[in-house]
């Protein structure tokens, strides 16, 4: 086989996460300028305690995306002193301003900052991030809640790929409250019949490889490789994990993508697959959080 050939069975297994995300912003772009039409206009608060590198960089992205799309963007930053007590003011005065429509609050919080009480602190109408236990349950129970931004996004993903998911066998590697748990309850609510594996699962290769669908969470490096994919199943690495390789430093996912590609229909490549989709679908949770909180009727997915 050519490399030309070889390059092109490659990409046309990739889901390209850019793509979509494209597709979702551009969705959401033409939602911000209906509502700006009728008079509202969507608006998020990011909340950044202390200086942390990597955090700094998150919500500078988000910030401008925001823009690129025609929310308004607030930024609020704080310094990695600030006791708890004001953090948790702060998300009081964005909870009762009428003109906030979002509230993120990007973690990891300093270590002395009681994380679980400051996303409790958010009403559960403003948790674009849907990490407030209302948003939880309510995803469990199947009601229409603000839903967490990457399992969204890797839902988007699958549908695109795949169309209707009914009926499919869907393993979720790792049990997150960020990420697995939320994962595992919109593959349930598509029809998918869903195998959580976790550190404490047995055989957890030969279940896997059971599975349509693979969705990779854990936050180890290459950790899911050919053993664990049954030949024709679309998987979805949701890992990113920072390696030195060859004197140099990389980004690489859960997957091992190299063993995993040959078996897969569709895999999502890191970086460009789950990755630019979380930014996207918090854009979509604020206006749809927007358009909640007016009355308005939420667009179709």
């Known amino acids: 086989m050519s490399s030309a050939v070889a390059n092109k069975a490659v990409e046309s297994k990739l889901i390209d996460g850019k793509a979509v995300s494209a597709q979702v912003l551009a969705e959401v772009t033409a939602d911000v300028a209906a509502l700006k039409a009728e008079g509202i206009e969507p608006a998020l608060a990011v909340v950044l305690v202390g200086e942390d590198p990597a955090s700094q960089v998150y919500v500078r992205n988000k910030v401008l ?27 009081d005065e964005l909870n009762r301003d009428a003109s906030v429509n979002g509230i993120l609050v990007q973690l990891p919080l300093p270590w002395h900052i ?94 896997s ?25 679309v998987v979805i690495d949701v890992g990113i994990n920072r390696i030195e390789e060859d004197g140099k430093s990389r980004l690489v996912g859960d ?3 190299a063993s995993v590609l040959p078996l897969a229909s569709a895999i999502t490549p890191v970086p460009g697959g789950v990755g630019p989709m979380t930014i996207a679908l918090l854009m979509q949770n604020t206006v749809t959080a927007a358009r909640q909180q007016h009355g308005k009727p939420t667009q179709a997915q």
Request: hydrophobic share 40%; proline share 5%; net charge neutral.
């Open 65 to 91: 995306r925001a823009g690129e799309v025609g929310i308004r963007s607030l930024e609020h930053r704080l310094p990695a002193t600030s006791t708890q007590d004001e953090v948790l003011a702060l998300i």
């Open 114 to 207: 009681n994380e679980t009480a400051v996303l409790q602190a958010i009403d559960p109408i403003k948790d674009v991030d849907g990490f407030h236990s209302e948003n939880v349950g309510g995803l469990s129970q199947g009601r229409d809640v603000l839903t967490p931004c990457t399992p969204a996004g890797c839902m988007r993903l699958l549908k695109q790929t795949l169309g209707d998911l009914s009926g499919k066998h869907a393993v979720v590697v790792g049990r997150s409250n960020i990420v697995g748990k939320p994962m595992a309850a919109l593959l349930l609510a598509a029809d998918c019949t869903v195998t959580v594996l976790h550190s404490r699962s047995k055989n957890p290769q030969a279940l």
């Open 209 to 233: 490889r059971q599975a349509d669908i693979v969705v990779a969470a854990v936050g180890r490096p290459r950790m899911i490789d050919a053993e664990w994919i049954k030949p024709g199943a």
């Open 255 to 257: 997957v091992d993508f």
